[in-house]
């Protein structure tokens, strides 16, 4: 199964942008990354996937390292909405699965 | 449109019964899939269904557990003779194409006593 690191925990202050950071090492051409955010006693969201290039949406932005093995999720300006745990994953549409594997993802706290 | 709808939202069962867990995926989304989450743990994957067929069932235990999503009708996951350990939170969710992202339900909380 695919594997993405990301740090336990981060803080951020309101209205100040954040950065979190994914490594997924072992990534494979066909491998897409997603960035999923929960909220306590509620469903994953989706938040943003891409492939290779940079990308943008209402919520977040991607950066996507040139050699893939790295991403970051952008949010420009915190808000206290946006405390939840964010998890990277990957998913590989080359066969006939597309199973997203979470792992223990990123708790973010922000600071009023 | 409406999102995900899994029911109910909160189950009780003892041990020894069985659990039905029900999802309506959004309309024009002919995937789905099943998670459960431990307390205190992280989503793991149980399931992959399309329309009747079963495509990928690698994270589901071998016994006691089952899934269906049948041609008329939500998606159902079964969980037989309940165990304490069975108590989770049960996430369903749906796409419209493989490459898509995913919609989550809001779970179903399984509590077994």
């Known amino acids: ?112 | 449109n409406a999102g995900v709808m899994q029911n109910p939202r909160h189950l009780v069962r003892r041990r020894g019964q069985e659990a039905r867990l029900r999802c309506s995926p959004m309309k024009g989304h002919s995937h789905v899939y099943w998670y459960r989450q431990l307390p205190e743990e992280g989503l793991k994957f149980m399931v992959y269904l399309q329309k009747e067929n079963i495509i990928d069932e690698s994270g589901m235990p071998k016994e006691r557990f089952s899934a269906e999503f049948p041609k008329e009708g939500p998606s159902i996951l079964r969980i037989q003779q309940v165990v304490r350990g069975d108590s989770a939170a049960y996430f369903c969710a749906s796409s419209p194409r493989l490459i898509d992202g995913y919609t989550f339900g809001s779970g179903t909380r399984l509590t077994v006593v």
């Open chain 1, 1 to 112: 199964d695919a594997k993405t690191t990301q740090p336990n925990s981060m803080e951020s202050n309101e209205e100040e942008p954040v950065h979190l950071p994914c490594n997924h090492s072992t990534i494979s051409g066909t491998d897409y990354i997603h960035w999923y955010r929960q909220l306590p006693s509620q469903g994953p969201e989706y938040v943003i996937h891409g492939l290779t290039s940079n990308v943008n949406n209402r919520m977040a932005s991607l950066a996507i390292a040139e050699d893939r093995k790295s991403s970051t999720l952008i949010l420009h300006r915190a808000t206290l909405r946006d405390a939840a745990v964010y998890y990277c994953t990957q998913m590989n549409y080359g066969g006939a699965t597309n199973k997203l594997i979470f792992g223990t993802g990123t708790l973010l706290a922000v600071q009023p």
